[in-house]
C-alpha cells in the first residue's frame, strides 16, 4: 500500500487560516481529485486520512469525500463521523485502510497537526505539494519537507484568477 501526503502551501508554508483553506483554486480542488480518485485497479479505492479539524472544515454536503474511505483522526472517543471511519490513532487510521482488502493507496489528507506526524512517524512513498505563489497570512503550516524527500517533478503550473501555483512532487529517497 503505498502512501502519500497531499497538500497546498504557500510560499511561507502557510496551509490554513481560521479553520479553513486560504484560497479557493479549482484546479487545485480538481488536481486534488484526481489524485486521490486514481487507482491502477479499477475495482480497488483509495483511503483519505484526516484530522477531526479538516474534516469539520468540509462543507457537509461534500462529505464523506466520494468514492474514497475517509478516516478521521480523533482523540476523543465520543467523536462521530457520518458514513466514515473513525480512528483514535495514526496507527489506528494505517490499519483501518490496510484490513479493507479493496483499498489500494493511502492519502494524508490534512490539517497541519496530522501533517507533522505523519512526516515525523511514517515512511512515505512521497508527497503531492502544490505551491502557491504569495503569503496568505495563514495561521496553519506545513512542516518543512524532511530531507529524506528529494524534488522528483513538475506535474504542471496553473493561474487561477491572480493566483499562480505549480504542482510538485517530491520522492522519498
Ligand atoms: N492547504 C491544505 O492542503 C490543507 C489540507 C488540509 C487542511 N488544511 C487546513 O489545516 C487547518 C486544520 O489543521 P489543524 O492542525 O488545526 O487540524 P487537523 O490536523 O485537521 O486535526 C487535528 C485533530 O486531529 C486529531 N488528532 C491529531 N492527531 C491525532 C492522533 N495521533 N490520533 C488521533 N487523533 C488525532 C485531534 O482531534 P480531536 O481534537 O477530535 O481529538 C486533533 O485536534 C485548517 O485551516 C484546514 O483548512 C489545509
Redesign the pocket.
Known amino acids: 500500500m503505498k502512501k502519500y501526503i ?4 504557500d510560499e511561507k508554508n502557510g ?7 486560504p484560497w479557493k483554486l479549482k484546479k487545485d480542488m480538481e488536481f486534488f481529485q484526481q489524485m486521490t480518485l486514481k487507482t491502477e485497479d479499477n475495482k480497488k479505492k483509495n483511503a483519505v486520512i ?6 469539520i ?1 468540509i462543507p457537509e454536503k461534500h462529505r464523506p469525500l466520494k468514492d474514497r474511505l475517509n478516516i478521521v ?4 472517543r465520543d ?1 462521530k463521523a457520518e458514513k466514515a471511519e473513525v ?4 496507527d489506528d487510521s494505517l490499519k483501518i485502510a490496510e484490513m479493507r482488502k479493496d483499498v489500494e493507496n493511502v492519502f494524508f ?7 507533522k ?1 505523519v512526516l515525523e512517524n511514517i515512511e512515505l512513498t512521497g508527497i503531492y505539494l ?1 505551491r502557491v505563489r504569495g503569503d496568505f497570512k495563514c ?2 503550516f506545513f512542516p518543512e519537507i524532511p530531507k529524506e524527500y528529494k524534488f522528483k517533478n513538475s506535474l504542471g503550473k496553473e493561474n487561477d484568477g491572480r493566483i499562480e501555483y505549480e504542482f510538485l512532487f517530491y520522492e522519498r529517497k
Open positions: 497531499i497538500v497546498a502551501a496551509i490554513g487560516k481560521n479553520g479553513l483553506l484526516m484530522g477531526s479539524n479538516t474534516w472544515s483522526l480523533s482523540k476523543n467523536f480512528a483514535f490513532s495514526l489528507i490534512g490539517g497541519a497537526n496530522i501533517y506526524q502544490t495561521d496553519a
